[in-house]
Nanobody
Framework: QVQFVESGGGLVQPGGSLRLSCSAS????????MGWYRQVPGHERELVAT???????NYVDSVKGRFTISRDNAKNTVYLQMNSLKPEDTAVYYC??????????????WGQGTQVTVSS
């Protein structure tokens, strides 16, 4: 059974930082390209960063230079370091696999996500 557990979100002021973690189980984690998705109410879920099995990383333009994705295959965990946060980064963040760098392709099962709110 595929399961993702995200953590690390919270309320932060503009310009602040957060580090998200996502623990995966029920999958051969090291095999997959993993991604961080985010969703704002009323909008589609957006894939913002991916990391391949060989640790090649890719980012959408809106987060490039501010977010860093990484993974620890020994812990079946993927991370998202978010710096210089902006109000428009406010969303629920989820992890899941991607079909390819910055190409959607998640498993059907999602975790509960972690809320990130950027506000003064």
């Amino acid at each position: 059974q595929v399961q993702f557990v995200e953590s690390g979100g919270g309320l932060v002021q503009p310009g602040g930082s957060l580090r998200l973690s996502c623990s995966a189980s029920g999958i051969l984690f090291s095999f997959y390209t993993m991604g961080w998705y985010r969703q704002v109410p009323g909008h589609e879920r957006e894939l913002v960063a991916t990391i391949t099995s060989s640790t090649t990383t890719n980012y959408v333009d809106s987060v490039k230079g501010r977010f860093t994705i990484s993974r620890d295959n020994a812990k079946n965990t993927v991370y998202l370091q978010m710096n210089s946060l902006k109000p428009e980064d406010t969303a629920v963040y989820y992890c899941n696999k991607a079909r390819a760098p910055l190409v959607n392709g998640p498993f059907g099962s999602w975790g509960q996500g972690t809320q990130v709110t950027v506000s003064s």
